[in-house]
Every structure is written in structure tokens, then in C-alpha cells.
């Protein structure tokens, strides 16, 4: 299991969304994040969370004016 705060500055992500092997947890902390999840998009805001699979392409995009933090949890296939 890993866990790390991550700060996302406004309007960046990946350029493309992206798997991994295992499964995730997010929890905003600050701001508003943009989470998109294979086809579908949700809206989170300072204290939504989301647990999904990661094996789906995902990222983050934060339509916000200011850095928004996100805890993440995240597990391999094999629980590590």
C-alpha cells in the first residue's frame, strides 16, 4: 500500500489518462478535482472521495483557480 498527498496545480494532467495495476482511493483535502474514469467524468470538491479500480484509465484535472490536494491510497494486484 502507498500513500502520498498530491498537490494539482490548476488545469494540469497527464495528457492522457492512464492504468495501473490494483486499486486507489482519493480524498480531496483542498480544492476541486475532475476525476476521469474510463468513459465517465465526476466532480470532486474538499472532502468527496472515490475507490475504484485502476486497472481503468484515470486522471486528474483541476478546473480550479488554486492548487488542489488530494490524498491517495493505492494498492498493487497484490495488495502491496
Known sequence: MA???LDVPPGLA???ALPHEGEEFL??????????YGDD???????????????VKHRLINPGRKTAQVLCVFTDENGH
Do not use: H, I, P, W
Not at 480524498?27 to 476521469?36: A, K, S
Not at 467524468?41 to 486497472?55: H, Q, R, T
Open 41 to 55: 467524468v465526476y466532480e470532486l470538491k474538499a472532502g468527496d472521495s472515490s475507490y475504484f479500480d485502476a486497472n
Open 27 to 36: 480524498m480531496v483535502t483542498e480544492g476541486q478535482v475532475r476525476l476521469e
Open 14 to 16: 497527464r495528457k492522457e
Open 3 to 5: 500513500l502520498f498527498l
